[in-house]
């Protein structure tokens, strides 16, 4: 019987996207032999103030255009299509449901994971992925392991501890550095950088 295809699910406000989520998500797919990582900028987070976050639009291309060169990477705009808010659980549903063969891979930063049990429906989540996750800062690396182990011996969960590398960069870092004037060259792909500064995002005059 073929080997099931094995897909990487890259969700994040992507506001905007910068190498931190590109460097994740290709170690990702290295470690786990992904056959593809589907990037999907969410819609209407739930968790975060509305106001700061640019229209799902403009997220979206400055996604194409990080990804465009990485023939393993591609863009999903199902949660930004999706009226109301997004959420994990309906994602991972959907896709299912188009083709319940693929074996489907959750990838998150360490932050993520952290709260990940305040997740709606994180229970379905974990029946039908497996978790990716990297440690993000200083201290979580053991604390990452120790909630791991945690979770999979509570609800027999899959999940799978990239090898520790801290990348530390953040989507609020780089809007800051803009707003600033400051410098994110190296931080953010040049071609989303040159889609910010035509476009005057992030307080770009
Ligand atoms: P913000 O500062 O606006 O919250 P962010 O940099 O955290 O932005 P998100 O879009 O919130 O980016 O993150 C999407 C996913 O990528 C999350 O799972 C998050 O944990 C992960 N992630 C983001 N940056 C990093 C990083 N530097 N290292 C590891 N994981 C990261
Ligand atoms: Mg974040």
């Given at each position: 019987m073929a080997q099931k295809k094995r897909i990487g699910i890259m969700g994040g406000?992507?506001?905007?996207?910068h190498q931190g989520h590109l460097i994740?998500?290709?170690?990702a797919r290295?470690?786990?032999?992904?056959?593809?990582?589907?990037?999907?900028?969410?819609?209407?987070?739930?968790m975060k103030p509305s106001d700061e976050i640019l229209?799902?639009?403009t997220r979206i291309s400055m996604t194409a255009l990080a990804i465009e060169d990485n023939p393993y990477f591609a863009l999903s705009t199902m949660e930004v299509e999706r009226e109301g808010a997004t959420y994990t659980c309906d994602t991972i549903r959907e896709l299912k449901g188009l083709n319940p063969s693929i074996e489907y891979f959750f990838i998150m930063g360490a932050d993520a994971f952290f709260i990940f049990e305040k997740w709606k429906n994180y229970n379905e989540i974990l029946a039908n992925c497996i978790l990716v996750v990297e440690s993000r800062d200083e201290k979580d690396t053991?604390?990452?392991?120790?909630?791991?182990?945690?979770?999979?011996?509570?609800?027999?969960?899959?999940?799978?501890?990239?090898p520790e590398r801290k990348i530390d960069l953040s989507s609020t870092e780089i809007r800051n550095r803009l707003k600033n004037g400051?410098?994110?060259r190296y931080m953010i792909p040049d071609k989303v950088?040159?889609?910010i500064q035509k476009n005057r995002l992030y307080y770009i005059r």
């Open positions: 406000t992507f506001n905007p996207i994740l998500a290709e170690q290295e470690y786990c032999g992904l056959d593809e990582v589907l990037f999907i900028p969410s819609g209407n987070s739930y229209d799902g639009k053991s604390q990452l392991k120790e909630k791991a182990a945690n979770l999979q011996k509570k609800y027999q969960a899959e999940i799978i501890v990239l400051e410098s994110v950088l040159s889609y």
